[in-house]
Nanobody, 123 residues
Framework: QVQLVESGGGLVQAGGSLRLSCAASRSDFSINAVGWYRQAPGKQREQREVLATLISDGTTYYIDSVKGRFTVSRDNAKKTVYLQMNSLEPEYTAVYYC??????????????WGQGTQVTVSS
């Protein structure tokens, strides 16, 4: 059984930065692609908003509101993907999730969700 383990959330003042991490729990799995999502307070799972994506060839996508603020990256050796968040504002307060395609060596890829990490931005 493989899981995605998230970390890096917390409380930060407006204008501050956080780096979220999302790691595969087993070293025999690689992360082929990832999407970072946020679920705002009071919203349901189905209302999670995609913020940024990174696919296997390195291509990234960002929604307009986070362009220039957020950066998604990966460390293949560590089986970890990151979301660097700068210039945070209170409206970014949410639970952040990674959704990644994991593949075991010679295996079939499948999508997994991380457990979520709370980000709270104070004014």
């Amino acid at each position: 059984q493989v899981q995605l383990v998230e970390s890096g959330g917390g409380l930060v003042q407006a204008g501050g930065s956080l780096r979220l991490s999302c790691a595969a729990s087993r070293s025999d799995f690689s992360i082929n692609a990832v999407g970072w999502y946020r679920q705002a307070p009071g919203k349901q799972r189905e209302q999670r908003e995609v913020l940024a994506t990174l696919i296997s060839d390195g291509t990234t996508y960002y929604i307009d509101s986070v362009k220039g603020r957020f950066t998604v990256s990966r460390d293949n050796a560590k089986k970890t993907v990151y979301l660097q968040m700068n210039s945070l504002e209170p409206e970014y307060t949410a639970v952040y999730y990674c959704n990644a395609m994991l593949q075991r060596t010679w295996g079939t890829p499948a999508w997994y969700w991380g457990q979520g990490t709370q980000v709270t931005v104070s004014s």
